[in-house]
């Protein structure tokens, strides 16, 4: 699985939209947790980590910020604007957020509960542990 940005179905009407995800077409990992982040500070950053598991649909539910996807050996940068777009995100990438506009919502579903040990939290652990694979 490579990462990539997905499109998610909208069902608009003059009240609003809905976005699913749902069932196996849309995603490639069953869905164990969701979890949201918001109030992020000005200039801060989140993520700086990578998972040997876990993989991951990152959306911005709303406001913006980019994805920086780290192989351990080159980075590829995504621009998250819009809750009808998802990031996937494989195992095995070191992932930092940044650039967050005010009130931004990140939404995140992901392959497993949370779990402290399927975190690599140095990146020079992460290069290693990349190589090695
Ligand atoms: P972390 O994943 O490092 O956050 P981010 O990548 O957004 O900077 O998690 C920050 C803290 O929150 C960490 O101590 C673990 C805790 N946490 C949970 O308890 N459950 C969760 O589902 C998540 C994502 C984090």
């Keep these: 699985m490579q990462p990539q940005l997905i499109s998610l179905p909208v069902l608009r009407d003059r009240y609003g939209f809905i976005g699913v995800v749902e069932g196996q077409e849309a995603l490639p990992f069953e869905v164990r947790r969701f979890y949201f982040i918001g109030d992020v500070a000005p200039g801060a950053t989140r993520g700086s980590h990578a998972h ?5 649909l990152i959306i911005a539910l709303s406001g913006s910020f980019v994805v920086d996807l780290d192989d351990g050996n080159s980075v590829e940068e995504f621009a998250l604007d819009t809750p009808h777009v998802g990031l996937l995100v ?3 990438y070191w992932r930092t957020l940044r650039d967050f506009a005010p009130n931004t919502v990140v939404g995140v579903l992901a392959s ?6 399927d975190y690599i939290r140095s990146y020079r652990d992460f290069v290693e542990w990349a190589r090695a694979r």
């Design 52 to 56: 040997r598991t876990l993989r991951q």
């Design 90 to 92: 494989p195992p095995g």
């Design 112 to 117: 497993h509960e949370y779990d402290e040990s």
